[in-house]
């Protein structure tokens, strides 16, 4: 036991200092480098790439088939332009669904594989999931509001400032 404990304790030790030089000779990016590497501006992520493949086209069907009332339609699409999304609050909640349906219906699969309860739990993830992005826009348009209110203060201030400015000119 104690062998093999040293023989791997000296493979690990071996094995880094093999990656650290290889690192060095290959000038290989590192830590911060590499995420920059990897999230490069206008490089489209996986996640992004499945949405536009699978998601948006269930979302489009499902455009002309959701109800929304004029109310909700008004107060969703006034939290999307408040968080400058861009989209429209139809199509926005539309995308959701889509996701949660894609979620349910993977949670499927899991029928016949044998693991019934597992689709059952994926369901319910799913209505979660679509709860949550809900959620999660209202705490973007909140922290967006807590931001302009922490900027009011200034902007009030340099207001009165130049208003004085203009009073000493006159």
Sequence with gaps: ??????ILIVTLLIGSGMNMLMQHVLQLPRGQQLKAI???PGKKRLTDKLSEKIIDPIGHILVKALPISDYREKQLQADLDRIDSGRSAKEWISNQLARSLVLALLGLLFIPIGIPWLSLLTAVTSVIAYFRSIQDLRQKVEKTNRRIEAEL???????????????DLI
């Design 153 to 167: 203060p200034r902007l009030v201030e340099s207001l009165i400032y130049s208003l004085q400015d203009n009073r």
């Design 38 to 40: 990897r999230n490069l």
């Design 1 to 6: 036991m104690l062998i093999i404990t040293g």
